[in-house]
């Protein structure tokens, strides 16, 4: 996954605890997305930013932010984490040359205890 | 009820086998069709997308309803390779992709 890489893999949390999951890609992408995978529920949008500087909420936005402050990175921060937040989580660019489709990284797995 | 909707499964099929996956979306404006695969723990990768005319790729055949609002896989000649979870997509605009929640296939040998 050369294109779009997370970190951290793997992290532990304790409740009301904070942390910044960081996504990069060096495909030259405007659009980047935020995904979390929870069993039963498939993946779900956290929030998207279609270029530099501009991030729109998703479809369970509510205890992250995001940040956005170049192209190639785009940020998803929990101020206070909390067990619901327990999850995978994907970041994903569009990539947009004569096709269309979501190129993901390698995913955070995220235990919040 | 879900925006995308897939049996879950498991459906577990012998090798050399054709299996078939349904999946309906309900929002009539999307445009965009996909399938993507996902491995255990790991990231989903796109497998085709979905075109209104259909589309075939190999051992694969894709196909899109619009009337019923629905789309579908054909695996044929199942090989122990393709076991893993398929995800159907519909997306409206530019950010707003829906992922079903995915059906699990399993070949057997």
């Known amino acids: 996954n050369a294109g779009v890489t997370q970190t951290p893999k793997f992290q532990v949390l304790k409740t009301g605890q904070s942390m910044t999951l960081q996504c990069a890609q060096d495909?030259?992408?405007?659009?980047m997305y935020w995904y979390r995978q929870d069993p039963g529920m498939g993946l779900r949008l956290i929030y998207y930013s279609a270029s530099e500087g501009t991030t729109d909420k998703g479809e369970v936005p509510n205890g992250y932010n995001v940040s956005r402050l170049n192209k190639r990175e785009f940020s998803l921060r929990l101020e206070s984490a909390a067990p619901s937040q327990t999850s995978v989580y994907f970041c994903?660019?569009?990539?947009?040359?004569?096709?269309?489709?979501?190129?993901f990284g390698s995913g955070t797995q995220l235990s919040v205890l | 009820r879900k925006e995308v909707e897939q049996d879950p499964g498991p459906f577990n099929v012998p090798e050399g086998a054709t299996v078939a996956f349904n999946c309906t979306y309900s929002n009539s404006a999307s445009q965009s069709f996909f399938w993507y695969r996902q491995d255990c723990r790991k990231e989903p990768k796109l497998l085709m997308s979905?075109?209104?005319s259909g589309n075939e790729d190999g051992r694969f055949t894709a196909q899109l309803n619009r009337a019923s609002q629905y789309i579908s896989l054909l695996i044929r000649d199942s090989k122990l390779s393709d076991s893993a979870t398929y995800l159907c997509?519909?997306?409206?605009?530019?950010?707003?992709?829906?992922f079903g929640t995915g059906t699990r296939l399993k070949v057997l040998a």
């Open positions: 997509v519909a997306g409206s605009g530019t950010y707003k992709y829906i």
């Open positions: 979905v075109y209104s």
């Open positions: 495909m030259n992408h405007n659009s």
């Open positions: 994903a660019i569009l990539y947009r040359g004569g096709y269309e489709k979501l190129f």
